[in-house]
């Protein structure tokens, strides 16, 4: 578990990584701004979780090896942006798999510090989603995330709330895998079948 | 005082919630995002206040309460909104009176962890004000609050000081409702008067 | 060092108040935002700073000298807008000292909560930028950080990455004296010049 764990996470950080620095790149930001926005949608969500819970210096001021993933990621986006522009689908699948993952992490996070089920999925959701909210924010733009056609944070919390039943019934690590496999392809299956939330207008 | 108090508190968190599922209805989101802005103006800040003084997991974290209070309250917005939206004077009485308990609390807040009063003040500003702010950048426009006609955060700095002043003379207990009843009151007279700050241009 | 310290940390606390209240003005917010957007700007890097290692309540909660100074400075900034406007190069010049301070100040707080190099390096950028970037994104605006013409953030990080070289083999305030002295060189020289970062599109 723990290396299949690290890869995907490692996977997932890239993914993100690339998202914010191609956003950045359609809004014509400098190469400063491009690496930026990069580091922020890789770690805004986990940020976010660890200052709301209190667990500091924030997890990627610790571990050096994220840091320096997400500059690599950044530079090859930029040198090679026309050969990863095309890898659209590769791309989405990472993404989604960093969605599933990062919520899991989250929920975990949260098991850690006592909080109650419901709390831990908000956890999972924001560490999965808050990434992109905050590169949404810094691109002067209503975060993605309220309105965008397909499931995105809704994935995240059916699969917490699904880990919380089977954790009664199953073994941690086993419940780990079902949810981040169900989370991504909630996911995946939203956007293939154009799945989308209702809008309510006031 | 105490039972008083908590009511109070559950009537500002639900004007709040209201709010933002309003302010977000209006923006056209989804669902998702209708709950994630009524939770936002909620509880933002006072999630601010607690991670400024390092008060952490912050408190909607360890209160199952608050959250569920929320959630029904959105869920109720968005099934009734053509009943709620003609009671706009009463929405506005819990709005105010909310913004008067959330100040006093979070002021209390900054005493208890040694805060000297001109901070104290400032920390119930936020506790009571920045919801609204949160809200206002996640639907990118600049917050209502550095530029809205009334007087607001006015309000929480004069009840502020005047706390901090009456506290010398009286009991707590009843500076803490003074101080409610005069944010509330200086709040409601400047909407009805239309009182509003100078504004600057450079 | 501790007293010219102190006051380039003052001036750069000064410039910094002065440079929000004067956006604020510029969009026509009242008093209120105005005296807001002076205190983010000032203090918003050293918050998010303290906030990510866990350093609370934040620095400008436990010192009351510097809230004052920057209320001073924005009153002053209001009444006698039309003789500040003129001192555009002074300004510039003390923000460009602020920004050599904040950086080394945010470096030398990475290192006392013993994180690695390249992570005090980038909390010491966040410490002298991120006020900037605050301010930015309360006006709705994508922060000039990120696409500005000029050198700004990139100065810090050169100047932080020469500071632990050098530490290697000079006394600790010579280091400090000289990265200050650096960052804010090549704030200015890049200004002078018209240097700028190249500019990313997908």
Redesign the interface.
């Known amino acids: 578990m723990v290396n299949i764990s690290a890869i995907i996470e490692i996977s997932g950080t890239v993914a993100f990584a690339i998202s914010g620095a191609?956003s950045?790149?359609?809004?014509?930001?400098?190469?400063?701004?491009?690496l930026?926005?990069g580091f922020v949608t890789a770690i805004g969500g986990g940020?976010i979780r660890d200052?709301?819970?209190?667990d500091?210096?924030?997890a990627?001021?610790?571990d050096?090896q994220t840091?320096l993933i997400i500059l690599g990621t950044v530079v090859a986006t930029?040198l090679f942006?026309k050969y990863i522009?095309p890898l659209k689908v590769t791309l989405f699948l990472f993404d989604a798999l960093g969605l599933g993952l990062f919520t899991v992490i989250g929920i975990q996070k949260g098991i850690n510090?006592g909080?109650?089920p419901?709390?831990c999925v908000?956890?999972g959701t924001i560490t999965g989603c808050f990434g992109g909210?905050v590169r949404d924010?810094?691109?002067?733009?209503?975060?993605l995330?309220?309105?965008?056609k397909e499931i995105?944070?809704?994935a995240c919390i059916i699969g917490g709330a699904i880990y919380f039943l089977l954790l009664e019934i199953l073994d941690a690590n086993v419940v780990k895998v079902i949810a981040v496999t169900l989370i991504c392809g909630i996911r995946i299956i939203s956007v293939k079948r154009n799945w989308?939330?209702?809008?309510?207008?006031?």
């Open positions: 191609f950045a790149m359609q809004k014509r930001l400098d190469v400063f701004g491009v930026i926005m940020t200052v709301l819970i209190g500091t210096p924030v990627w001021m610790r050096f840091p930029i942006k522009k510090v909080l109650n419901g709390i908000a956890l909210v924010i810094l691109l002067n733009e209503i975060p995330l309220f309105h965008k995105y944070a809704t989308s939330l209702p809008q309510i207008d006031a």
